[in-house]
């Protein structure tokens, strides 16, 4: 799970922390390979040793509470130097069945480029808010800042909307699906979150707990894993919520495989992690950056940007026009920037420059006004220089940034006004004789003066007012575009009064254009597949009717306009509608999803196919709930157990139609199953009611599990294997008689065997003998294989009788240990300590179990190798096993090791002899036992063969 998370991710184990696991995308934060497991943090990684992480770990593991930084930071070895980094990270302390704390697991999303573009945007802001310094406290400009407040209002409440259907957060969300039958086996509550579903959809279908589009999608995704073995990986996925107001969320998804043993998917692990908040991040500096330019633009400003170490001078497209610079030409500080100024303020401008340079006592603060020459018209005109000098640690100027403004209007205006004050002095005498009308004049300037005072209190509040919403503003449409961008979606606004449509790049790439920002609607119809066009439009109609609330959700096609492609798009959207029921405008969104409905397609297609295949194979299913042991049949479950076409069917139904000599050990078996687990394979005869038809089915199923680990689902398959018993018992019947007629020539053989030894011994003739006593080993030998035969026509024919009773499973593996020990001399057996076991069965098959496995890893495995053989006690069963160092059971052949007279066939086994009964026989005994019985091999390393039988209940 830690490998499939696509964040970062490590588990720290024990009160040493040392690392137990750890993936791909947290040893790239940490630039560390693997060899970082079983280490220690600290020794891991050991520049972080004295940043606090250790304290923070140690924390969780002693508290159990969860340890969340969305912003912290730390500096990480990158490339050999230090460097600083910020992260999402939390620590969560692991706990064992007895809420015991074993461990910490640590996850982290590296966040520095948002950090970096959070401290643009206050720098992008800061150097708007000195914009405003230069505003004039003029009437026109209050008339005009009142409606941009009032522009500002109405585009705040467009992107409010569009931002509530796209953005919504949400954390790591992980689930595991059943391959087959699509069930959901185990989702965790943020997956259940993610879904809009609660946890009583665990152990139900896909498309039985969500709609009809989402289900489709998963299951299509799911088939493709299960088909191709592998993992798929989605990013920035968006995924709609829909409630009481849509909105949209994105993630990144992984669906990894789940493999059995034999290498086949049976189920697919989801994975999504929540990456809305870091897409939104950097759409929010773009969008700080953009208003910013715009204001550089309407207030005619120049921004310049002067590294004074390398002398590398920028300039923008304002500062260039002041100067007369063109926009090809490279600039410098010397060269251009101090040429550029009239020689007569120059070595003011220099000063100035210097003692901004001094940081003690300027604080790098420079504003002059100063005459600029035009480079290529020779014009000259005053200028507002604003700048601010940054500093290193040893406070040495490293950046001067700042602003250039054209004031030339208002230097010409002020000095009109300086001539005039020197034409008023020369009229001092004149003026005297006024001095009364003056002061009239002054009365009313003084009112005149405090009703300016008053307006421009009211201009600061309502530029307070605008900054305030400018800055909502700018973060609601950074994180729409964040949003939309990482969706892959396109944007469109329709004009309603003028029928025209505004839409993004990738929304003219989705109707197959390639220019025109801004097209008639009538245009955007006339691309809209013929079949689709007359819906659109009525849905768009739909929206544009105030008693709709303005809603539109549509999917439809379309042909490109230049390329004739044809694309899926789903749109939606929201009308605005005036006071009195108007609509003003409508946008939305559009999202390309022809390969989604492509997959719907395909996945229909394959359900179709399935649906098929079942019906052709003849096959009877089942799906038993264990916790409500209500009962789902198909109807050819019904026709193979000659149950009623219709009507409710319970497990005690079917299991009345079993014949009684199978009745019992159906039963426990499928009791045995539903309550551990596991797989169901069982063959019995079912008999019709009033009629003496029999035929053998073979039934095939399994349980599952839900989160909790508690056992919720039973199902299976049911086929008819009349034929296929009636062709095994005219074999079995052969063979018994067959092995009955051998045995009497072989009782004669022995006794004269016999009386030829008495005399060759009365004679002392040891060739004889030694004829003689390889003659009976050949004649036990043959004994021993009719034995085997006739015991397979035995469990044939059901005859097989166990005679059981209480005894120590300690006392069998001993009794098995010291024949072995002598008889066997090639290999070395190590028999394991085995506890007290109390079971009821029939001793003696269980011991020829036991010896006939110990015997086969002999036989199998190369000479002076080691045998282990153990007996434990797991969940109320004693599982017995023998394993060896042989050559190992290809999988091919795994599936088919019980069956009768199957043998491995390799080069290996070519020279080694048997009849391949001795595992058929082992099998049928344990499973006469109500028992289990199973292998696991790899190809050159050995074998394991195990066996597990019910532990008497200890009295309490």
Not at 33 to 43: A, G, N, P, Q, R
Not at 590 to 600: K, R, V, W
Not at 642 to 670: F, N, Q, W, Y
């Amino acid at each position: 799970m830690v490998d499939a998370l696509p964040i970062g991710a490590a588990i720290f184990l024990g009160s040493e922390l040392t690392i137990g696991a750890v993936n791909y995308q947290m040893l790239k934060i940490w630039s560390k390979d693997i060899s970082v497991i079983d280490k220690t943090l600290h020794d891991a990684i050991p520049e972080i040793r004295d940043q606090g992480f250790n304290k923070l770990l140690v924390d969780v593991l002693n508290t159990g509470e969860e340890y969340h930084e969305p912003n912290g930071k730390a500096f990480i070895f990158e490339n050999g130097n230090q460097v600083l980094k910020y992260f999402d990270f939390s620590f969560k302390a692991l706990k064992d069945a007895n809420g015991k704390i074993y461990g910490v697991v640590n996850t982290a999303v590296e966040t520095s480029e948002k950090v970096y573009y959070q401290e643009k945007l206050e720098q992008a802001n800061e150097e708007f808010l000195s914009l405003n310094e230069e505003l004039s406290a003029s009437n026109e400009e209050l008339k005009s800042a009142y409606d941009e407040v009032d522009a500002a209002y109405r585009k705040l409440s467009i992107t409010e909307t569009k931002a509530r259907m796209l953005l919504e957060g949400a954390p790591t969300a992980i689930g595991l699906i059943d391959a087959d039958n699509f069930k959901i086996d185990s989702a965790n509550e943020k997956l259940l979150q993610l879904w809009q579903i609660n946890d009583a959809a665990i152990g139900k279908s896909l498309d039985a707990v969500l709609d009809q589009e989402v289900s489709s999608g998963l299951i299509s995704i799911i088939h493709r894993v299960k088909l191709e073995r592998k993992s798929i990986y989605g990013q920035d996925i968006e995924v709609a919520q829909r409630g009481d107001i849509s909105f949209s969320r994105y993630f990144n998804f992984v669906y990894q495989p789940v493999l059995d043993e034999l290498g086949n998917v049976i189920s697919v692990q989801i994975v999504a992690n929540d990456v809305t908040a870091q897409r939104n991040s950097k759409l929010e500096v773009d969008n700080a950056l953009i208003q910013l330019n715009l204001a550089k633009k309407a207030a005619h400003i120049g921004v310049f940007d002067l590294d004074v170490a390398s002398d590398t001078l920028y300039w923008d497209e304002n500062c260039r026009k002041i100067f007369g610079v063109k926009a090809s030409k490279e600039v410098r500080y010397t060269e251009d920037f101090l040429k550029g100024i009239d020689p007569e303020d120059r070595e003011l401008f220099i000063t100035s420059i210097r003692n901004a340079y001094n940081d003690n006592r300027y604080e790098g603060s420079f504003d002059v006004e100063h005459r600029v020459i035009d480079a290529m018209s020779g014009n000259i005109c005053w200028v507002r220089t604003v700048g601010q000098v940054y500093f290193d640690e040893e406070n040495v100027p490293q950046r001067f940034i700042g602003t250039i403004v054209d004031i030339s209007e208002s230097y010409k205006a002020r000095k009109k006004l300086q001539e005039n004050e020197e034409k008023l002095q020369n009229f001092n005498e004149e003026l005297t004789v006024m001095n009364e009308e003056l002061n009239s004049l002054n009365e009313e300037y003084q009112v005149t003066n405090e009703e300016l005072i008053s307006t421009n209190e009211e201009l600061l509040a309502l530029q307070e007012e605008r900054d305030r919403l400018h800055q909502e503003l700018s973060i609601k449409e950074e994180r729409l575009r964040f949003a939309m961008k990482a969706a892959d979606v396109g944007t469109w606004d329709l004009d309603v009064a003028n029928n025209l449509v505004t839409w993004d790049d990738r929304c003219k790439e989705l109707y197959g254009f390639s220019k025109n920002d801004v097209v008639p609607y009538d245009e955007v119809l006339r691309y809209m597949h013929p079949s689709d066009m007359p819906f659109v439009n009525e849905a768009v109609k739909r929206a544009l009717d105030p008693s709709s609330k303005g809603s539109y959700d549509i999917k439809f096609r379309t042909v490109g306009a230049e390329d004739g492609r044809v694309r899926w798009l789903h749109c939606c959207g929201k009308a605005f509608f005036k006071e009195d029921g108007t609509p003003y405008r409508f946008s939305g969104i559009a999202q390309d999803i022809t390969e989604t409905q492509a997959l719907l397609r395909e996945v229909e297609s394959t359900k179709n196919n399935l649906k098929f295949a079942i019906e052709a194979a003849n096959f009877g299913t089942w799906h038993l709930n264990t916790n409500t042991n209500k009962l789902d049949v198909n109807d050819r479950l019904r026709e193979l157990f000659a149950l009623p076409d219709d009507g409710e069917v319970t497990r005690a139904d079917c299991v009345a139609m079993i014949t009684e000599d199978h009745r019992e050990r159906v039963s426990k078996a499928i009791q045995a199953t539903i309550q551990s687990g596991g797989n169901y394979d069982v063959s019995h005869t079912v008999r019709r009611k009033n009629s003496d038809d029999v035929r053998w089915l073979r039934a095939v199923g399994n349980v599952k599990a839900d989160e909790e680990g508690k056992l919720t689902a039973f199902t299976g398959v049911v086929l008819d294997i009349t034929e296929q018993k009636l062709d095994e018992q005219r074999r079995s019947d052969f063979i018994g008689i067959v092995s009955h007629e051998l045995r009497s020539p072989l009782t004669s053989l022995n006794g004269y065997l016999q009386i030829l030894t008495m005399k060759a011994n009365k004679a002392g003739d040891q060739s004889t003998l030694d004829l003689t006593g390889k003659s009976r080993r050949q004649v036990d030998r043959m004994s021993a294989l009719i034995s085997g035969f006739l015991d397979v026509a035995r469990i044939g024919e059901g005859k097989i009788k166990l005679n059981l009773k209480s005894f120590d499973m300690a006392e069998l593996v001993k009794a098995a240990e010291e024949e072995s020990l002598a008889t066997i001399t090639s290999h070395t057996i190590m028999f394991h300590p085995v506890l007290f076991t109390p079971v009821t069965a029939d001793q003696d098959k269980i011991e020829q179990v036991l010896v006939n496995l110990i015997n086969n890893a002999v036989k199998y495995s190369p000479h002076n190798s080691v045998i282990n053989v153990a007996c434990v006690t797991v969940n109320g069963r004693a599982h017995v096993s023998v394993s060896d160092e042989g050559m190992g059971i290809p999988a091919k052949d795994l599936p088919h090791i019980f069956n009768r007279f199957y043998r491995v066939e390799s080069e290996a086994t070519k020279s080694t002899k048997g009849f391949g009964i001795g595992l058929f026989i082992s099998k049928d005994i344990i499973e006469s036992h109500g028992g289990k019985i199973g292998v696991e091999s790899v190809v050159g390393k050995g074998s394991t063969f195990w066996f597990e039988l019910p532990v008497d209940p200890t009295p309490q």
